[in-house]
Protein backbone atom coordinates (compact mmCIF):
# COMPACT_ATOMS: atom_id res chain seq x y z
CA UNK A 1 0.00 0.00 0.00
CA UNK A 2 2.79 2.07 0.55
CA UNK A 3 4.40 1.77 -2.47
CA UNK A 4 1.16 2.41 -4.56
CA UNK A 5 0.86 5.92 -2.30
CA UNK A 6 4.26 6.84 -2.96
CA UNK A 7 3.70 6.17 -6.86
CA UNK A 8 1.04 8.22 -6.97
CA UNK A 9 2.52 10.87 -5.32
CA UNK A 10 5.10 10.62 -7.87
CA UNK A 11 2.94 10.70 -11.12
CA UNK A 12 0.72 13.93 -9.22
CA UNK A 13 4.39 15.30 -9.48
CA UNK A 14 5.37 14.81 -12.35
CA UNK A 15 1.72 15.74 -13.67
CA UNK A 16 2.27 19.26 -11.16
CA UNK A 17 5.27 19.75 -13.60
CA UNK A 18 3.63 21.01 -16.39
CA UNK A 19 1.63 24.40 -16.76
CA UNK A 20 0.37 26.06 -20.14
CA UNK A 21 2.93 29.03 -21.23
CA UNK A 22 0.81 32.06 -19.28
CA UNK A 23 -0.36 35.01 -20.91
CA UNK A 24 -1.90 33.34 -24.32
CA UNK A 25 -5.24 33.14 -24.68
CA UNK A 26 -6.63 29.39 -24.00
CA UNK A 27 -9.30 27.53 -26.01
CA UNK A 28 -11.87 25.89 -23.52
CA UNK A 29 -10.02 22.30 -24.19
CA UNK A 30 -6.87 23.91 -24.12
CA UNK A 31 -8.04 24.98 -20.44
CA UNK A 32 -9.50 21.59 -19.38
CA UNK A 33 -5.86 19.82 -20.64
CA UNK A 34 -5.04 16.60 -19.06
CA UNK A 35 -1.11 16.44 -19.45
CA UNK A 36 -1.38 12.34 -18.89
CA UNK A 37 -3.64 12.12 -21.45
CA UNK A 38 -3.45 14.22 -24.52
CA UNK A 39 -4.71 13.24 -27.64
CA UNK A 40 -5.34 9.30 -26.80
CA UNK A 41 -7.66 8.45 -29.92
CA UNK A 42 -6.65 5.88 -32.70
CA UNK A 43 -4.23 8.60 -34.85
CA UNK A 44 -4.95 6.62 -37.81
CA UNK A 45 -8.93 5.98 -38.19
CA UNK A 46 -8.36 4.81 -42.09
CA UNK A 47 -6.32 1.63 -41.15
CA UNK A 48 -6.95 0.15 -38.02
CA UNK A 49 -5.14 -3.22 -36.88
CA UNK A 50 -6.44 -4.60 -33.44
CA UNK A 51 -3.86 -5.23 -30.90
CA UNK A 52 -1.31 -3.50 -28.94
CA UNK A 53 -0.54 0.17 -29.25
CA UNK A 54 0.86 2.83 -27.01
CA UNK A 55 0.59 6.28 -27.49
CA UNK A 56 3.67 8.25 -26.46
CA UNK A 57 2.40 11.88 -26.70
CA UNK A 58 2.92 13.44 -23.09
CA UNK A 59 6.19 14.56 -21.11
CA UNK A 60 9.23 14.51 -22.56
CA UNK A 61 12.61 15.78 -22.27
CA UNK A 62 13.83 18.37 -24.59
CA UNK A 63 16.90 20.74 -25.19
CA UNK A 64 17.39 23.79 -27.78
CA UNK A 65 20.91 24.12 -28.65
CA UNK A 66 23.08 25.28 -31.72
CA UNK A 67 22.46 23.02 -35.03
CA UNK A 68 25.94 22.08 -34.79
CA UNK A 69 26.03 20.79 -31.34
CA UNK A 70 26.24 17.28 -29.74
CA UNK A 71 23.36 15.21 -28.41
CA UNK A 72 23.19 16.97 -24.90
CA UNK A 73 24.29 15.94 -21.95
CA UNK A 74 21.86 18.09 -19.70
CA UNK A 75 17.86 18.59 -20.75
CA UNK A 76 16.44 22.04 -20.77
CA UNK A 77 13.61 20.69 -19.07
CA UNK A 78 10.08 19.03 -19.86
CA UNK A 79 7.78 19.30 -22.93
CA UNK A 80 4.32 18.58 -23.77
CA UNK A 81 4.42 16.07 -26.95
CA UNK A 82 3.05 16.70 -29.39
CA UNK A 83 3.06 20.70 -29.29
CA UNK A 84 5.08 22.47 -30.61
CA UNK A 85 7.80 24.39 -27.93
CA UNK A 86 6.51 27.73 -29.38
CA UNK A 87 3.19 27.03 -27.85
CA UNK A 88 1.46 27.61 -24.55
CA UNK A 89 0.79 24.64 -24.40
CA UNK A 90 3.85 23.11 -24.55
CA UNK A 91 4.70 24.50 -21.79
CA UNK A 92 7.64 25.73 -22.96
CA UNK A 93 7.22 28.81 -25.09
CA UNK A 94 10.33 29.54 -26.68
CA UNK A 95 11.70 30.09 -30.31
CA UNK A 96 13.60 27.53 -31.61
CA UNK A 97 15.11 29.00 -34.82
CA UNK A 98 16.99 28.08 -37.80
CA UNK A 99 20.51 28.50 -35.53
CA UNK A 100 19.15 26.08 -33.27
CA UNK A 101 18.56 21.85 -32.89
CA UNK A 102 15.48 21.13 -30.78
CA UNK A 103 16.24 17.53 -28.70
CA UNK A 104 13.65 15.28 -27.53
CA UNK A 105 14.14 12.66 -25.47
CA UNK A 106 11.76 9.97 -23.44
CA UNK A 107 11.63 6.38 -22.53
CA UNK A 108 8.95 3.57 -22.99
CA UNK A 109 8.09 -0.23 -22.78
CA UNK A 110 7.09 -2.53 -25.67
CA UNK A 111 4.82 -5.54 -26.11
CA UNK A 112 7.67 -7.24 -27.61
CA UNK A 113 8.01 -8.59 -31.30
CA UNK A 114 7.93 -6.42 -34.06
CA UNK A 115 7.51 -2.72 -33.23
CA UNK A 116 6.69 0.21 -35.50
CA UNK A 117 7.23 3.93 -34.51
CA UNK A 118 5.02 6.24 -36.14
CA UNK A 119 5.71 9.90 -36.13
CA UNK A 120 2.20 11.78 -37.81
CA UNK A 121 4.02 15.09 -38.47
CA UNK A 122 7.23 16.80 -37.87
CA UNK A 123 8.12 20.02 -38.96
CA UNK A 124 11.14 19.89 -40.49
CA UNK A 125 13.80 17.46 -40.72
CA UNK A 126 14.02 14.28 -37.96
CA UNK A 127 16.93 12.16 -37.04
CA UNK A 128 15.71 9.05 -34.80
CA UNK A 129 17.55 7.07 -32.21
CA UNK A 130 16.58 4.41 -30.29
CA UNK A 131 19.03 2.84 -27.53
CA UNK A 132 21.46 5.11 -28.93
CA UNK A 133 21.22 3.48 -32.70
CA UNK A 134 20.23 5.31 -35.22
CA UNK A 135 16.52 4.25 -36.21
CA UNK A 136 16.15 6.54 -39.41
CA UNK A 137 14.81 10.00 -40.71
CA UNK A 138 12.81 12.18 -42.28
CA UNK A 139 11.88 15.63 -44.31
CA UNK A 140 8.87 16.94 -44.74
CA UNK A 141 6.53 18.80 -42.10
CA UNK A 142 3.24 17.41 -42.64
CA UNK A 143 3.52 13.93 -43.55
CA UNK A 144 3.65 10.83 -41.76
CA UNK A 145 6.85 8.38 -41.42
CA UNK A 146 6.86 5.10 -39.63
CA UNK A 147 10.47 3.39 -38.36
CA UNK A 148 10.80 -0.42 -37.85
CA UNK A 149 12.45 -0.36 -34.69
CA UNK A 150 12.72 -3.97 -33.57
CA UNK A 151 16.21 -4.19 -34.35
CA UNK A 152 17.66 -1.34 -31.82
CA UNK A 153 14.83 -2.62 -29.06
CA UNK A 154 16.35 -4.23 -25.78
CA UNK A 155 14.66 -7.93 -24.77
CA UNK A 156 13.66 -6.53 -21.72
CA UNK A 157 12.65 -3.04 -19.60
CA UNK A 158 12.79 0.85 -21.28
CA UNK A 159 14.05 1.67 -24.20
CA UNK A 160 15.25 5.00 -25.11
CA UNK A 161 13.64 7.26 -27.78
CA UNK A 162 16.20 10.42 -28.79
CA UNK A 163 14.89 12.99 -31.75
CA UNK A 164 16.62 15.82 -33.01
CA UNK A 165 14.62 18.39 -35.24
CA UNK A 166 16.28 21.38 -37.37
CA UNK A 167 13.46 23.18 -39.29
CA UNK A 168 14.76 26.73 -41.36
CA UNK A 169 10.71 28.00 -41.35
CA UNK A 170 10.95 30.45 -43.98
CA UNK A 171 13.99 29.81 -45.75
CA UNK A 172 12.19 29.62 -48.89
CA UNK A 173 13.39 26.23 -49.42
CA UNK A 174 10.95 23.72 -47.37
CA UNK A 175 7.11 24.26 -47.60
CA UNK A 176 6.00 25.80 -44.19
CA UNK A 177 3.08 27.74 -45.24
CA UNK A 178 1.64 30.98 -42.84
CA UNK A 179 4.60 30.09 -40.33
CA UNK A 180 7.59 32.77 -40.57
CA UNK A 181 10.27 34.05 -37.76
CA UNK A 182 9.07 37.06 -37.16
CA UNK A 183 5.71 36.99 -37.66
CA UNK A 184 2.54 39.80 -38.33
CA UNK A 185 -0.07 40.99 -40.51
CA UNK A 186 -0.96 37.49 -42.34
CA UNK A 187 2.14 35.53 -41.51
CA UNK A 188 1.87 33.36 -37.71
CA UNK A 189 4.50 32.20 -35.47
CA UNK A 190 6.71 28.91 -36.68
CA UNK A 191 5.55 25.94 -35.42
CA UNK A 192 8.87 23.51 -34.75
CA UNK A 193 9.46 19.85 -34.34
CA UNK A 194 6.23 17.46 -33.25
CA UNK A 195 3.45 18.14 -33.65
CA UNK A 196 1.06 15.61 -34.29
CA UNK A 197 0.66 12.06 -32.49
CA UNK A 198 3.82 9.52 -31.71
CA UNK A 199 2.94 6.17 -31.15
CA UNK A 200 4.05 2.51 -31.20
CA UNK A 201 2.42 -0.37 -32.84
CA UNK A 202 2.91 -4.44 -32.77
CA UNK A 203 2.52 -5.82 -36.06
CA UNK A 204 3.66 -9.35 -37.44
CA UNK A 205 6.79 -9.99 -39.46
CA UNK A 206 4.38 -9.00 -42.46
CA UNK A 207 1.97 -6.62 -42.35
CA UNK A 208 -0.44 -4.38 -44.00
CA UNK A 209 1.21 -0.78 -45.00
CA UNK A 210 -1.45 0.92 -46.69
CA UNK A 211 -4.24 0.37 -49.07
CA UNK A 212 -5.98 2.63 -52.24
CA UNK A 213 -9.40 2.74 -53.25
CA UNK A 214 -10.54 4.16 -56.61
CA UNK A 215 -14.64 4.16 -56.78
CA UNK A 216 -16.64 3.54 -59.92
CA UNK A 217 -20.54 4.99 -59.15
CA UNK A 218 -21.68 3.96 -62.81
CA UNK A 219 -20.65 0.43 -62.18
CA UNK A 220 -20.54 0.46 -58.64
CA UNK A 221 -17.77 -0.98 -57.87
CA UNK A 222 -14.37 -0.05 -54.76
CA UNK A 223 -11.44 -0.95 -56.63
CA UNK A 224 -8.90 -1.75 -54.10
CA UNK A 225 -5.09 -1.89 -54.25
CA UNK A 226 -3.18 -3.23 -50.83
CA UNK A 227 0.76 -2.29 -50.04
CA UNK A 228 1.95 -5.08 -47.86
CA UNK A 229 5.77 -5.83 -46.20
CA UNK A 230 6.09 -9.18 -47.03
CA UNK A 231 2.54 -11.63 -47.64
CA UNK A 232 1.93 -13.35 -50.67
CA UNK A 233 -1.80 -12.96 -50.89
CA UNK A 234 -4.28 -10.25 -50.10
CA UNK A 235 -8.09 -10.82 -49.12
CA UNK A 236 -10.59 -7.51 -49.09
CA UNK A 237 -14.12 -7.88 -48.18
CA UNK A 238 -17.09 -5.06 -48.05
CA UNK A 239 -20.58 -5.15 -47.94
CA UNK A 240 -19.91 -8.78 -47.76
CA UNK A 241 -18.62 -9.34 -51.35
CA UNK A 242 -14.61 -10.97 -50.83
CA UNK A 243 -12.16 -10.24 -53.47
CA UNK A 244 -8.40 -12.09 -52.99
CA UNK A 245 -5.29 -10.51 -54.66
CA UNK A 246 -1.56 -10.13 -54.51
CA UNK A 247 -0.21 -7.31 -53.03
CA UNK A 248 0.16 -4.47 -55.17
CA UNK A 249 -2.37 -5.67 -57.54
CA UNK A 250 -6.37 -4.33 -57.88
CA UNK A 251 -9.22 -5.79 -56.74
CA UNK A 252 -12.38 -4.71 -58.15
CA UNK A 253 -15.60 -5.49 -56.00
CA UNK A 254 -18.88 -5.08 -57.09
CA UNK A 255 -21.48 -3.64 -54.60
CA UNK A 256 -24.68 -5.73 -54.05
CA UNK A 257 -26.63 -2.65 -53.55
CA UNK A 258 -24.55 0.64 -54.28
CA UNK A 259 -25.15 3.33 -51.85
CA UNK A 260 -23.26 7.09 -52.57
CA UNK A 261 -21.34 9.23 -50.34
CA UNK A 262 -22.51 12.81 -50.42
CA UNK A 263 -22.23 15.93 -47.93
CA UNK A 264 -26.23 15.15 -47.36
CA UNK A 265 -26.06 11.05 -46.69
CA UNK A 266 -21.77 10.53 -45.94
CA UNK A 267 -22.46 6.79 -45.96
CA UNK A 268 -18.82 4.76 -45.66
CA UNK A 269 -18.48 1.26 -46.66
CA UNK A 270 -16.61 -0.80 -43.94
CA UNK A 271 -13.27 -2.31 -45.54
CA UNK A 272 -11.76 -5.78 -43.68
CA UNK A 273 -8.82 -6.57 -45.12
CA UNK A 274 -6.55 -9.30 -44.22
CA UNK A 275 -3.43 -10.49 -45.05
CA UNK A 276 -1.94 -14.44 -45.69
CA UNK A 277 1.29 -16.20 -46.11
CA UNK A 278 1.88 -19.56 -46.83
CA UNK A 279 -1.93 -20.05 -46.38
CA UNK A 280 -2.28 -18.30 -42.90
CA UNK A 281 -3.90 -15.03 -41.85
CA UNK A 282 -0.73 -13.42 -40.83
CA UNK A 283 -2.40 -9.68 -40.00
CA UNK A 284 -5.99 -8.03 -40.23
CA UNK A 285 -6.63 -4.59 -40.39
CA UNK A 286 -10.08 -2.20 -40.52
CA UNK A 287 -10.55 0.81 -43.09
CA UNK A 288 -13.43 2.33 -44.63
CA UNK A 289 -14.13 3.53 -48.25
CA UNK A 290 -16.98 6.14 -50.27
CA UNK A 291 -18.49 5.29 -53.57
CA UNK A 292 -18.28 8.53 -54.92
CA UNK A 293 -17.61 10.75 -57.48
CA UNK A 294 -16.01 14.33 -58.08
CA UNK A 295 -16.48 16.16 -61.62
CA UNK A 296 -17.34 19.32 -63.82
CA UNK A 297 -20.32 19.64 -65.13
CA UNK A 298 -21.71 22.03 -67.91
CA UNK A 299 -25.90 23.77 -66.74
CA UNK A 300 -28.00 24.76 -69.17
CA UNK A 301 -26.45 28.37 -69.94
CA UNK A 302 -23.43 26.66 -70.21
CA UNK A 303 -21.48 27.35 -67.11
CA UNK A 304 -19.63 24.77 -65.74
CA UNK A 305 -20.21 23.40 -62.09
CA UNK A 306 -18.76 21.32 -59.61
CA UNK A 307 -20.43 17.96 -59.17
CA UNK A 308 -20.66 15.40 -56.55
CA UNK A 309 -22.16 11.84 -57.81
CA UNK A 310 -22.91 14.28 -61.22
CA UNK A 311 -25.25 16.33 -59.47
CA UNK A 312 -24.14 20.23 -59.75
CA UNK A 313 -23.54 21.45 -56.15
CA UNK A 314 -22.48 25.73 -55.47
CA UNK A 315 -19.37 24.56 -52.72
CA UNK A 316 -19.64 27.34 -49.99
CA UNK A 317 -17.70 27.44 -47.09
CA UNK A 318 -14.69 29.10 -45.11
CA UNK A 319 -10.64 29.29 -45.54
CA UNK A 320 -9.83 27.65 -42.24
CA UNK A 321 -6.19 27.91 -41.29
CA UNK A 322 -6.60 25.18 -38.61
CA UNK A 323 -4.17 26.84 -35.99
CA UNK A 324 -5.09 27.43 -32.55
CA UNK A 325 -3.94 29.93 -29.50
CA UNK A 326 -2.31 27.37 -27.39
CA UNK A 327 -1.61 24.67 -29.20
CA UNK A 328 -0.44 26.53 -32.60
CA UNK A 329 -0.77 23.63 -35.14
CA UNK A 330 -2.17 21.46 -32.96
CA UNK A 331 -5.37 21.44 -31.47
CA UNK A 332 -5.63 20.85 -27.76
CA UNK A 333 -7.63 17.61 -28.67
CA UNK A 334 -10.06 15.67 -30.73
CA UNK A 335 -13.02 17.07 -29.40
CA UNK A 336 -11.82 20.52 -30.57
CA UNK A 337 -10.97 19.33 -33.82
CA UNK A 338 -13.94 17.88 -34.84
CA UNK A 339 -15.83 21.66 -33.09
CA UNK A 340 -14.64 23.85 -35.60
CA UNK A 341 -16.24 21.27 -38.68
CA UNK A 342 -18.99 20.56 -36.66
CA UNK A 343 -19.96 24.42 -36.31
CA UNK A 344 -18.92 25.38 -39.90
CA UNK A 345 -21.94 22.99 -41.01
CA UNK A 346 -24.29 24.03 -38.13
CA UNK A 347 -23.21 27.67 -39.74
CA UNK A 348 -24.78 26.72 -42.99
CA UNK A 349 -21.66 25.89 -44.95
CA UNK A 350 -21.17 22.41 -47.01
CA UNK A 351 -17.11 23.04 -47.81
CA UNK A 352 -13.73 23.97 -45.74
CA UNK A 353 -10.47 25.38 -47.89
CA UNK A 354 -7.88 23.70 -45.83
CA UNK A 355 -5.60 26.75 -46.13
CA UNK A 356 -1.64 26.04 -47.17
CA UNK A 357 -1.71 22.90 -43.76
CA UNK A 358 -2.51 19.20 -43.76
CA UNK A 359 -4.14 18.31 -40.46
CA UNK A 360 -4.18 14.85 -38.38
CA UNK A 361 -5.98 12.32 -40.19
CA UNK A 362 -8.61 12.61 -37.83
CA UNK A 363 -9.58 15.67 -38.76
CA UNK A 364 -10.30 13.93 -42.60
CA UNK A 365 -11.92 11.44 -40.50
CA UNK A 366 -14.28 13.49 -39.12
CA UNK A 367 -15.20 15.65 -42.54
CA UNK A 368 -16.00 11.76 -44.05
CA UNK A 369 -18.08 11.04 -41.30
CA UNK A 370 -20.39 14.32 -41.23
CA UNK A 371 -19.64 14.85 -44.99
CA UNK A 372 -18.00 18.12 -44.84
CA UNK A 373 -16.79 18.41 -48.54
CA UNK A 374 -12.92 19.97 -48.43
CA UNK A 375 -10.23 21.65 -50.88
CA UNK A 376 -6.93 20.66 -49.80
CA UNK A 377 -3.90 23.13 -50.02
CA UNK A 378 -0.67 22.24 -50.60
CA UNK A 379 1.43 24.00 -47.51
CA UNK A 380 3.43 27.29 -49.72
CA UNK A 381 7.20 27.06 -50.00
CA UNK A 382 7.72 31.06 -49.74
CA UNK A 383 5.29 33.88 -48.93
CA UNK A 384 4.57 37.09 -51.98
CA UNK A 385 7.92 38.74 -51.59
CA UNK A 386 9.43 39.16 -54.88
CA UNK A 387 6.85 37.41 -56.56
CA UNK A 388 5.29 38.58 -59.59
CA UNK A 389 1.67 38.39 -59.39
CA UNK A 390 -0.43 38.99 -62.65
CA UNK A 391 -3.86 39.63 -61.21
CA UNK A 392 -7.41 38.88 -63.37
CA UNK A 393 -5.69 37.75 -66.46
CA UNK A 394 -3.32 35.14 -68.17
CA UNK A 395 0.19 35.06 -67.38
CA UNK A 396 3.17 32.78 -67.61
CA UNK A 397 5.11 34.44 -64.49
CA UNK A 398 6.65 31.30 -62.25
CA UNK A 399 8.85 31.66 -59.29
CA UNK A 400 12.49 31.60 -60.21
CA UNK A 401 13.69 28.98 -58.19
CA UNK A 402 16.33 26.38 -57.45
CA UNK A 403 16.48 21.96 -58.86
CA UNK A 404 16.44 21.15 -55.12
CA UNK A 405 13.51 23.10 -54.13
CA UNK A 406 11.47 22.02 -57.16
CA UNK A 407 12.36 18.47 -55.78
CA UNK A 408 11.33 18.95 -52.19
CA UNK A 409 8.11 20.39 -53.37
CA UNK A 410 6.97 17.47 -55.64
CA UNK A 411 8.43 14.91 -52.50
CA UNK A 412 6.67 16.61 -49.53
CA UNK A 413 3.11 17.17 -52.27
CA UNK A 414 3.17 13.61 -53.72
CA UNK A 415 3.48 12.23 -50.14
CA UNK A 416 0.70 14.74 -48.98
CA UNK A 417 -1.77 13.38 -51.62
CA UNK A 418 -1.09 10.00 -51.18
CA UNK A 419 -1.46 10.02 -47.30
CA UNK A 420 -5.01 11.89 -47.90
CA UNK A 421 -6.04 10.52 -51.18
CA UNK A 422 -8.68 7.49 -49.67
CA UNK A 423 -10.55 9.99 -47.55
CA UNK A 424 -13.84 10.48 -50.17
CA UNK A 425 -14.31 14.13 -48.21
CA UNK A 426 -11.48 15.76 -50.04
CA UNK A 427 -12.66 17.07 -53.90
CA UNK A 428 -10.58 19.28 -54.99
CA UNK A 429 -6.34 19.71 -55.12
CA UNK A 430 -4.64 23.36 -54.71
CA UNK A 431 -0.91 23.03 -55.38
CA UNK A 432 -0.39 26.56 -55.37
CA UNK A 433 -1.61 30.06 -53.91
CA UNK A 434 -1.88 33.34 -54.75
CA UNK A 435 1.51 32.98 -56.55
CA UNK A 436 3.24 32.12 -53.35
CA UNK A 437 6.31 30.23 -54.82
CA UNK A 438 4.01 29.49 -58.02
CA UNK A 439 6.53 27.60 -60.57
CA UNK A 440 6.44 25.70 -63.21
CA UNK A 441 2.32 25.71 -62.69
CA UNK A 442 1.52 23.21 -65.85
CA UNK A 443 4.30 20.26 -64.73
CA UNK A 444 2.59 20.56 -61.03
CA UNK A 445 -0.76 20.42 -62.40
CA UNK A 446 0.35 17.68 -64.39
CA UNK A 447 1.80 16.13 -61.60
CA UNK A 448 -1.08 16.56 -59.08
CA UNK A 449 -3.40 14.69 -61.93
CA UNK A 450 -1.08 11.81 -62.10
CA UNK A 451 -0.96 11.31 -58.35
CA UNK A 452 -4.29 11.21 -58.12
CA UNK A 453 -6.51 11.70 -61.42
CA UNK A 454 -10.42 11.43 -59.75
CA UNK A 455 -10.49 15.05 -58.08
CA UNK A 456 -10.45 18.67 -59.35
CA UNK A 457 -7.33 20.39 -59.70
CA UNK A 458 -7.71 23.82 -58.90
CA UNK A 459 -4.18 25.01 -60.54
CA UNK A 460 -3.45 28.16 -58.51
CA UNK A 461 -5.85 29.64 -55.99
CA UNK A 462 -5.93 33.56 -56.89
CA UNK A 463 -2.78 33.36 -58.39
CA UNK A 464 -1.20 33.36 -61.79
CA UNK A 465 -3.23 31.90 -63.81
CA UNK A 466 -1.89 29.88 -67.09
CA UNK A 467 -3.85 29.08 -70.16
CA UNK A 468 -5.15 25.45 -70.70
CA UNK A 469 -4.64 24.14 -67.41
CA UNK A 470 -7.36 21.84 -66.20
CA UNK A 471 -10.20 22.42 -63.78
CA UNK A 472 -10.73 25.59 -62.21
CA UNK A 473 -10.13 29.40 -62.47
CA UNK A 474 -9.90 30.46 -58.81
CA UNK A 475 -10.25 34.61 -58.53
CA UNK A 476 -9.67 36.59 -54.80
CA UNK A 477 -11.39 39.59 -54.22
CA UNK A 478 -11.28 41.48 -50.39
CA UNK A 479 -13.48 42.47 -49.20
CA UNK A 480 -16.44 42.17 -51.39
CA UNK A 481 -17.48 39.33 -53.83
CA UNK A 482 -16.24 39.99 -57.60
CA UNK A 483 -14.86 38.16 -60.47
CA UNK A 484 -13.69 40.10 -63.19
CA UNK A 485 -13.07 38.28 -66.01
CA UNK A 486 -14.21 34.56 -66.76
CA UNK A 487 -13.53 31.42 -68.68
CA UNK A 488 -15.92 29.15 -70.07
CA UNK A 489 -14.32 26.32 -70.06
CA UNK A 490 -13.31 26.06 -66.44
CA UNK A 491 -15.01 25.90 -63.55
CA UNK A 492 -14.82 29.67 -62.11
CA UNK A 493 -14.72 30.14 -58.62
CA UNK A 494 -14.41 32.82 -55.97
CA UNK A 495 -11.42 31.05 -53.79
CA UNK A 496 -10.99 34.31 -51.19
CA UNK A 497 -13.27 37.03 -49.78
CA UNK A 498 -14.78 39.34 -47.34
CA UNK A 499 -12.59 39.18 -44.18
CA UNK A 500 -14.98 40.61 -42.14
CA UNK A 501 -12.61 42.25 -38.86
CA UNK A 502 -14.75 42.37 -35.77
CA UNK A 503 -12.22 42.40 -32.69
CA UNK A 504 -13.87 41.37 -29.71
CA UNK A 505 -12.67 42.46 -26.26
CA UNK A 506 -11.05 39.27 -23.90
CA UNK A 507 -10.73 37.10 -26.59
CA UNK A 508 -7.59 38.45 -28.43
CA UNK A 509 -4.27 37.07 -29.21
CA UNK A 510 -2.43 40.35 -29.00
CA UNK A 511 -3.64 44.20 -27.54
CA UNK A 512 -3.01 46.10 -30.53
CA UNK A 513 -2.08 46.02 -34.64
CA UNK A 514 -5.25 43.62 -34.88
CA UNK A 515 -7.01 43.92 -38.35
CA UNK A 516 -9.34 42.69 -40.59
CA UNK A 517 -10.02 43.79 -44.71
CA UNK A 518 -13.10 46.10 -43.68
CA UNK A 519 -13.60 46.48 -39.70
CA UNK A 520 -16.82 46.44 -37.46
CA UNK A 521 -17.29 47.29 -33.65
CA UNK A 522 -20.15 44.57 -33.13
CA UNK A 523 -21.43 41.23 -34.85
CA UNK A 524 -24.58 42.99 -35.93
CA UNK A 525 -22.86 45.42 -37.59
CA UNK A 526 -21.04 42.35 -39.33
CA UNK A 527 -23.71 40.20 -40.12
CA UNK A 528 -25.50 43.10 -41.81
CA UNK A 529 -22.44 43.41 -44.00
CA UNK A 530 -21.99 39.62 -44.93
CA UNK A 531 -25.92 39.97 -45.74
CA UNK A 532 -24.99 42.22 -48.65
CA UNK A 533 -22.18 40.20 -49.70
CA UNK A 534 -24.02 37.32 -50.06
CA UNK A 535 -26.70 38.94 -52.18
CA UNK A 536 -24.02 39.87 -54.44
CA UNK A 537 -22.22 36.78 -54.21
CA UNK A 538 -25.62 35.18 -55.68
CA UNK A 539 -25.36 37.30 -58.74
CA UNK A 540 -21.92 35.88 -59.36
CA UNK A 541 -23.76 32.45 -59.08
CA UNK A 542 -26.48 33.47 -61.26
CA UNK A 543 -23.24 34.85 -63.83
CA UNK A 544 -21.43 31.29 -63.61
CA UNK A 545 -19.66 31.56 -60.26
CA UNK A 546 -19.72 27.41 -59.47
CA UNK A 547 -18.51 28.38 -55.63
CA UNK A 548 -17.08 30.67 -53.03
CA UNK A 549 -14.55 30.49 -50.19
CA UNK A 550 -14.93 33.18 -46.92
CA UNK A 551 -12.30 34.36 -44.79
CA UNK A 552 -12.13 32.98 -42.00
CA UNK A 553 -12.75 30.25 -39.68
CA UNK A 554 -11.90 31.92 -36.91
CA UNK A 555 -9.54 34.90 -35.96
CA UNK A 556 -5.60 33.80 -36.12
CA UNK A 557 -3.36 35.82 -34.41
CA UNK A 558 -3.86 39.21 -35.22
CA UNK A 559 -6.09 38.86 -37.74
CA UNK A 560 -9.38 39.20 -36.42
CA UNK A 561 -11.57 38.64 -39.68
CA UNK A 562 -12.67 35.03 -38.39
CA UNK A 563 -16.41 33.93 -37.83
CA UNK A 564 -15.05 32.62 -34.20
CA UNK A 565 -12.40 34.37 -31.73
CA UNK A 566 -9.77 32.02 -31.77
CA UNK A 567 -10.43 30.89 -28.75
CA UNK A 568 -13.67 29.31 -30.34
CA UNK A 569 -15.57 31.05 -27.45
CA UNK A 570 -17.54 33.65 -29.36
CA UNK A 571 -19.61 33.08 -32.27
CA UNK A 572 -19.12 36.85 -33.72
CA UNK A 573 -22.86 36.53 -35.90
CA UNK A 574 -26.17 35.54 -35.17
CA UNK A 575 -26.14 31.44 -35.78
CA UNK A 576 -29.66 31.39 -36.91
CA UNK A 577 -29.41 33.86 -39.56
CA UNK A 578 -25.84 33.01 -40.41
CA UNK A 579 -27.27 29.75 -41.38
CA UNK A 580 -30.17 30.83 -43.08
CA UNK A 581 -28.02 33.33 -45.38
CA UNK A 582 -25.47 30.87 -46.01
CA UNK A 583 -28.03 27.97 -47.10
CA UNK A 584 -29.51 30.84 -49.41
CA UNK A 585 -26.20 31.47 -51.42
CA UNK A 586 -25.72 27.90 -51.84
CA UNK A 587 -29.43 27.24 -53.07
CA UNK A 588 -29.70 29.98 -55.34
CA UNK A 589 -27.36 28.38 -58.14
Known amino acids: MKRLILLSAILLTACQQWKPVEGRIMTPWGENLNPSSVLQEYPRPSLVRDGWWASLNGEWDYAIVPTDAARPEKWDGKILVPFA ?109 IWQSVWLEKVSPAYVVSYDVVSDIAEG ?23 KAAPGEQAVIKLPTPKLWSPEDPFLYDVDIKLFADGSCVDAVKGYAALREISAVADAAGHKRMAVNGKPLFQFG ?44 RWYWWCDRLGMLVWQDMPSIADNRNVSWIVNDYSDVSWETTPEVKDIYYKEWGEIIAQLRNHPSIVVWVPFNEAWAQ ?60 GIGCPVQGHLWQADKNWGYIEYP ?25 AAVYTQTTDVEGEVNGLMTYDRKVVKMDPASLSAINRAVIGSM
Open 221 to 243: TLAVTVRTEGGDQVEITVDGVCA
Open 439 to 498: FDTPAAVAFTKKCDPTRLVNPSSGGNFIKGLPDILDHHHYPNPAMVFWDNDLVNVLGEYG
Open 85 to 193: PESALSGVGRKVGSENALWYNTSFKTAGGNTLLHFDAVDWSAEVWVNGQKAGQHTGGYTRFSLDITPFLKPSGKQELTVKVLDGTDNDRQPRGKQVSNPEGIWYTAVTG
Open 522 to 546: DGEAVLKQYAEYAEGLKDLVGQGCA
Open 318 to 361: PLDQGWWPDGLYTAPSDEALKFDIVKTQELGYNMIRKHIKVEPE
